[in-house]
């Protein structure tokens, strides 16, 4: 099974957009995907469509050390999901326990890692501690980067920080960028992409996923890009980004 954590510590750079329509790309190819939301605010599930309220999940993991094949959501053909939980926005209390969890995720994935061919974890904008339990379970993490000036200032900032944890948890984490929201004919964001494939061209994906607004409009009918609108750029787009990352194709091996 790959582990994959879609992590960026902004907020609305395409996290939870990706991590859905990357898994039902996978899913849509008849692999397997445990999807995990890492997120307290659930919108990974609700992009699946799942809207109850009081669902448990990952909070129960931690706060209960509940079983986890109970807690599991038959969210799509080929897809199971984890959610939140309605109490997972509480963790950051658990504070230092916090890190021991970790421990208790990774085994309780261990577990059933057989089932599937791939782990997606969607991550919260800034919780410390829910980001530290992902990338002590990831061995690959997808960074989401829209095509604006700020977002390239924090990517430096997050990589220093993904290579301490690489050293703090004495195991490599495979870093790959994922150019999200790229607004072709703006100016700004293809100097953001000529950066990032002057900087980091054996991390960054070969594809560029195009700011389109049925990818915004989707997750609202429950509907990845591919059913919702299979002709879309978006759904073009994800298509081949799901690609580069099965095959670790990145601008500097095109
Ligand atoms: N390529 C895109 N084109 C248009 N809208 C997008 C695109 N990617 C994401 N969005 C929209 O931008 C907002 C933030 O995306 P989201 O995936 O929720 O970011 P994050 O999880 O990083 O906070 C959402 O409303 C989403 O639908
Ligand atoms: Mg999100």
Known sequence: MRRLAILNHKG?????????????????QGLKVLCVDLDPQGHLALSFGITEAGLSGVDSL??????????????REGIDLLPAGYRLGEIERLAAQGR?????????LDEIADDYD????????????????ALFVADEVVIPVSGD????????????????AERFMNKPIRMWIALTRFTVRRRLAQQ????????????LL???VRENAPLAECPSFGKSIFDYSRRSNGAQDYRALADDLLYGRVVGSA
């Open 12 to 28: 609305g750079v395409g996290k939870t957009t990706t991590c859905f329509n990357l898994a039902c790309a996978y899913a849509d």
């Open 62 to 75: 931690f706060f209960d050390d509940a079983d986890l094949s109970p807690l599991l959501i038959d969210a």
């Open 100 to 108: 021991n969890k970790a421990q208790l995720l990774r085994q309780r």
């Open 118 to 133: 791939l782990l997606m974890m969607d991550c919260p904008p800034n919780s410390g501690l829910l980001n530290f339990n």
């Open 149 to 164: 000036y700020l977002a390239l200032q924090g990517l430096s900032q997050l990589l220093k920080t993904l290579r301490s």
């Open 192 to 203: 953001v992409r000529d950066k990032l494939i002057r900087y980091f061209p054996d991390k």
């Open 206 to 208: 070969a594809t560029a």
